[in-house]
């Protein structure tokens, strides 16, 4: 695991400080050693920062193939690479480290951009071919490794965060419409907040030379059309188990320790219970404990991690810890923060880190892949939506969630959700802004297969797949994955989005998802031995912090306050600073409910403000 860095400039030099800056940038990402190569006539260079997981010794990047025609800078983990080593090099294929990422340089030699289909696990690649003069870049099926590019002054700029582009020299700017999406339903796949910088989206490369740069996508989902056959319960559930099982221990190959995140939900503990079946001795289980007992899950983590054989560690954290670093979680994260979880995950990871681990596994993506939220429940049977374009309480979205109507069919459970709870945000605008932004369709549709992914699928199907192209990478695996991880040098592996889980899980049918007021049933079933019966019979309970308050002598709450008071506020070219300071005294005239109602209101603001300031952005 470890930051990439990319440039390519088809008709002028490549300069090496611009490529070590950048490189350097992600040292965080990689402690271990950063660096570069630029190709011989100079027009490419790739830049890499590492953290040793994999093959300590000869790991080294960039990495080179046979001919010297192929350099690769690759970041994340690929799962059962000692069997295509073996084949590789049974095909005449010389490999000179013992490193899982080597692999992607034979496989591209001997397949091209369909390399990718041969690799599973989580990833960002970044390869110069020398004889075809190109850059090929891709990302993994899901977005759970970033990759960021742009272009600027006839420059190809790619890596593995922002502010490794701003450090090669890209301009700092907002990009008002993601930042108008990112308050409506959430930024596109293709974009970032940050003007001019783009993201390979889930499941795509792009492909770069002297003719311009073309994105490709090579993996969908592809739920079925048809209806699932007629199976039992134990069927679906031994067949899911089975790929889950298998996941989990590919993921646990490192040549460092492996630990596991855990909390008091069934993602995680089947996790934990599977990986115990699989390590050579009790495996450590770190678990956040909060200093608010309604939002603590120690109790039921212990009890869990007991049950697996584990080494049960709580890391208790308290609201003046995410207090004194919730700017710096946010920096790290380039988004908005919807609450204070994110900052949460940024010291539980520190603690990970201190503890001298560097590998965890955890379970994003369970609810994506079985409808786990509670809002899914309602896209089983969608009601007829033709009222809620004209209802006012959607204010500016109304047109949007009309757009996403006549194009499904129906609106997702969760956009309509996202449109009432985001009215507040978008009323704190300021007039120009909104004028020049609504009414806005929900344009980030049509950059989706609609047509090939969408249609004729259930209404439950199309509504988890368009969440995994947006709120999944773009918001969950960044702020609760691989920016908070990373930030401390540590790995986050994800067993529920290998493909072939996922491939397990899209095949079955939306009663082995959600069935009655059970969610995620297949899961629970598969995993009803392994478990305690409370994690098996407890109702999904999202990963939230305590909510901000914003009272004078709570210091989280003074801290957000007196962000959104200070001056940098003035300096954002959307929110209005009249409008924001009005609000600031309403929630504290309502009172407790008014405070925890608006408390993703009230993170949305700072986070705009942090990153103001941190990254000194221009309108």
Not at 286 to 309: H, K, N, V
Request: net charge negative; with cysteine.
């Amino acid at each position: 695991m470890c930051g990439v860095v990319g440039i390519f400039n088809p008709s002028e030099a490549v300069d090496p400080e611009t490529l070590r800056r950048a490189t350097l940038r992600l040292a965080h990402r990689g402690p271990d050693g950063q660096r570069q190569w630029i190709s011989s006539d100079g027009r490419a260079g790739l830049g890499h920062a590492r953290l040793s997981i994999i093959d300590l010794t000869t790991g080294d990047q960039p990495l080179v193939n046979e001919d010297g025609r192929l350099h690769t800078v690759v970041n994340g983990e690929l799962y059962g690479y000692e069997e295509q080593r073996r084949e590789l090099e049974a095909a005449g294929h010389h490999l000179n480290t013992k490193s899982d990422s080597e692999i992607v340089l034979h496989y591209y030699e001997d397949l091209g951009p369909r390399c990718l289909e041969r690799l599973r696990g989580e990833f960002a690649i970044i390869l110069w071919d020398d004889a075809a003069h190109r850059v090929f870049a891709a990302r993994d099926r899901f977005g759970i490794k970033p990759l960021y590019y742009a272009e600027y002054n006839g420059t190809l700029y790619l890596a593995s965060e922002v502010k490794a582009l701003l450090a090669a020299g890209v301009p700092a700017c907002w990009d008002g419409a993601s930042v108008y999406d990112a308050l409506l339903f959430g930024p596109s796949p293709r974009r970032s907040l940050f003007g001019g910088i783009g993201q390979i989206p889930p499941g795509h490369y792009l492909i770069a030379d002297a003719c311009g740069i073309t994105l490709q996508r090579y993996w969908d989902f592809d739920y079925p059309v048809e209806p699932a056959p007629a199976r039992s319960d134990e069927a679906w559930a031994e067949e899911f188990r089975g790929a889950l099982e298998e996941a989990i221990r590919l993921r646990l190959r490192a040549d460092v320790p492996v630990g596991c995140y855990l909390s008091g939900g069934i993602d995680s503990c089947a996790i934990l219970a599977l990986a115990a079946r699989h390590h050579p001795a009790p495996i450590r289980a770190f678990t956040l404990s909060f200093d608010r007992p309604e939002y603590d899950e120690c109790a039921t983590a212990a009890c869990m991690a007991a049950r697996a054989g584990a080494l049960f560690q709580p890391i208790p954290v308290r609201q003046e810890e995410i207090a004194d670093r919730a700017a710096d979680a946010i920096a790290q994260a380039e988004t908005f923060l919807a609450n204070a979880h994110g900052v949460a995950k940024f010291l539980l990871s520190r603690a990970v880190h201190d503890a001298g681990y560097k590998v965890v596994l955890t379970g994003e993506g369970s609810d994506e892949i079985l409808g786990g939220y509670m809002h899914f429940r309602q896209d089983l049977h969608p009601q007829p939506a033709a009222g809620e374009a004209a209802n006012a309480a959607f204010d500016g979205a109304g047109p949007a969630l009309a757009y996403v109507r006549d194009r499904l069919g129906f609106v997702p459970a969760w956009m309509r959700i996202s449109a009432v709870q985001n009215n507040r945000l978008r009323n704190l605008l300021t007039e120009d802004f909104r004028r020049q932004f609504q009414p806005r369709d929900a344009d980030w549709l049509d950059e989706m297969d609609v047509a090939g992914q969408l249609a004729g699928r259930e209404p439950l199907n199309q509504s988890l797949y368009l969440w995994a192209k947006t709120r999944l990478p773009n918001y969950l695996l960044a702020v609760l994955g691989d920016r908070m991880e990373m930030a401390h040098s540590v790995e986050g592996r994800v067993p529920f989005l290998d493909h072939h889980v996922v491939e397990a899980a899209r095949r079955q049918p939306p009663a082995q998802k959600i069935r009655g007021p059970v969610h995620k049933f297949v899961l629970r079933q598969a995993m009803r031995d392994f478990v305690t019966d409370e994690v098996f019979r407890r109702p999904k309970q999202a990963f939230l912090s305590p909510p901000v308050l914003l009272e004078r002598d709570h210091r989280l709450g003074q801290f957000v306050e007196d962000t959104v008071n200070g001056g940098t506020l003035k300096e954002l070219p959307f929110f209005d600073t009249k409008k924001v300071r009005a609000f600031i005294k309403e929630v504290h005239d309502g009172g407790d409910t008014a405070r925890a109602a608006n408390d993703t209101a009230m993170l949305t603001v700072m986070s705009a403000c942090v990153l103001q300031e941190r990254y000194k952005l221009a309108a």
